[in-house]
Protein backbone atom coordinates (compact mmCIF):
# COMPACT_ATOMS: atom_id res chain seq x y z
CA UNK A 1 0.00 0.00 0.00
CA UNK A 2 1.55 3.35 -0.64
CA UNK A 3 0.19 6.57 1.12
CA UNK A 4 1.20 9.74 0.99
CA UNK A 5 1.90 10.93 4.14
CA UNK A 6 0.16 14.67 4.29
CA UNK A 7 1.86 16.91 7.53
CA UNK A 8 -0.53 17.32 10.05
CA UNK A 9 -2.24 20.94 10.20
CA UNK A 10 -4.28 22.85 13.00
CA UNK A 11 -8.07 23.36 12.88
CA UNK A 12 -7.20 27.34 12.15
CA UNK A 13 -4.80 25.89 9.60
CA UNK A 14 -7.79 24.09 7.62
CA UNK A 15 -10.42 27.17 8.29
CA UNK A 16 -7.95 29.20 6.52
CA UNK A 17 -8.72 27.33 3.48
CA UNK A 18 -12.57 26.87 3.97
CA UNK A 19 -14.59 29.83 4.70
CA UNK A 20 -17.49 27.42 5.54
CA UNK A 21 -14.98 26.01 8.47
CA UNK A 22 -14.09 29.12 9.37
CA UNK A 23 -17.70 30.27 10.12
CA UNK A 24 -18.23 27.28 12.23
CA UNK A 25 -15.50 27.68 14.06
CA UNK A 26 -16.42 31.61 14.43
CA UNK A 27 -20.03 30.66 15.69
CA UNK A 28 -19.09 27.90 18.18
CA UNK A 29 -16.39 30.42 19.77
CA UNK A 30 -19.21 32.87 19.86
CA UNK A 31 -21.64 30.56 21.75
CA UNK A 32 -18.81 29.44 24.23
CA UNK A 33 -18.13 33.54 24.59
CA UNK A 34 -21.91 33.70 25.40
CA UNK A 35 -21.77 31.05 27.87
CA UNK A 36 -19.12 32.10 30.08
CA UNK A 37 -20.39 35.95 30.26
CA UNK A 38 -23.54 34.35 31.84
CA UNK A 39 -22.22 31.54 33.89
CA UNK A 40 -21.61 33.03 37.17
CA UNK A 41 -25.44 33.98 37.03
CA UNK A 42 -26.17 30.36 37.11
CA UNK A 43 -26.02 28.35 40.28
CA UNK A 44 -22.67 25.75 39.56
CA UNK A 45 -24.45 22.73 40.50
CA UNK A 46 -26.33 23.63 37.08
CA UNK A 47 -23.34 24.48 34.87
CA UNK A 48 -22.21 20.94 33.76
CA UNK A 49 -25.44 20.20 32.58
CA UNK A 50 -25.60 23.61 30.19
CA UNK A 51 -24.00 23.53 26.63
CA UNK A 52 -23.87 26.38 24.29
CA UNK A 53 -26.24 26.05 21.23
CA UNK A 54 -26.24 28.04 18.24
CA UNK A 55 -27.57 32.09 18.42
CA UNK A 56 -29.54 32.94 15.23
CA UNK A 57 -30.87 36.28 15.12
CA UNK A 58 -31.40 37.71 18.11
CA UNK A 59 -32.06 34.66 19.77
CA UNK A 60 -29.61 32.14 21.50
CA UNK A 61 -30.02 28.78 21.98
CA UNK A 62 -28.85 26.81 25.44
CA UNK A 63 -28.57 22.86 25.73
CA UNK A 64 -29.87 21.66 29.06
CA UNK A 65 -29.64 18.07 29.95
CA UNK A 66 -32.44 17.34 31.87
CA UNK A 67 -35.89 18.74 32.22
CA UNK A 68 -35.28 19.89 35.68
CA UNK A 69 -32.70 21.93 34.97
CA UNK A 70 -34.30 23.56 31.51
CA UNK A 71 -37.10 24.54 33.84
CA UNK A 72 -35.07 26.23 36.19
CA UNK A 73 -33.22 27.97 33.64
CA UNK A 74 -35.98 29.60 32.24
CA UNK A 75 -36.61 31.15 35.16
CA UNK A 76 -33.13 31.99 35.00
CA UNK A 77 -33.18 33.74 31.20
CA UNK A 78 -34.70 36.80 32.42
CA UNK A 79 -31.46 37.71 34.03
CA UNK A 80 -29.31 36.25 31.33
CA UNK A 81 -30.64 38.25 28.39
CA UNK A 82 -29.40 42.06 30.02
CA UNK A 83 -26.03 40.40 30.92
CA UNK A 84 -25.80 39.15 27.16
CA UNK A 85 -26.28 43.04 25.72
CA UNK A 86 -24.66 44.59 28.06
CA UNK A 87 -21.62 42.54 26.84
CA UNK A 88 -22.43 43.48 23.41
CA UNK A 89 -24.51 40.84 21.69
CA UNK A 90 -27.74 41.38 20.55
CA UNK A 91 -30.10 39.03 22.02
CA UNK A 92 -34.07 39.48 22.37
CA UNK A 93 -34.58 35.57 23.79
CA UNK A 94 -33.09 32.38 25.08
CA UNK A 95 -34.27 29.20 23.74
CA UNK A 96 -33.91 26.30 25.90
CA UNK A 97 -33.73 23.16 24.62
CA UNK A 98 -33.92 19.85 26.58
CA UNK A 99 -31.24 17.13 25.27
CA UNK A 100 -32.65 13.95 25.57
CA UNK A 101 -30.05 10.79 26.20
CA UNK A 102 -30.19 8.96 23.42
Known amino acids: MNRR ?9 AAKD ?3 LASLIARARD ?10 LIPPLMRPAIQA ?12 KGSAAAAKL ?4 PMLVPR ?19
Open 74 to 77: RELA
Open 5 to 13: STPPFTLQQ
Open 18 to 20: SPT
Open 31 to 40: AGDRLRAVEE
Open 53 to 64: GPAEGDEWCLLV
Open 84 to 102: LRNRGWEVRSIRIKVQTGR
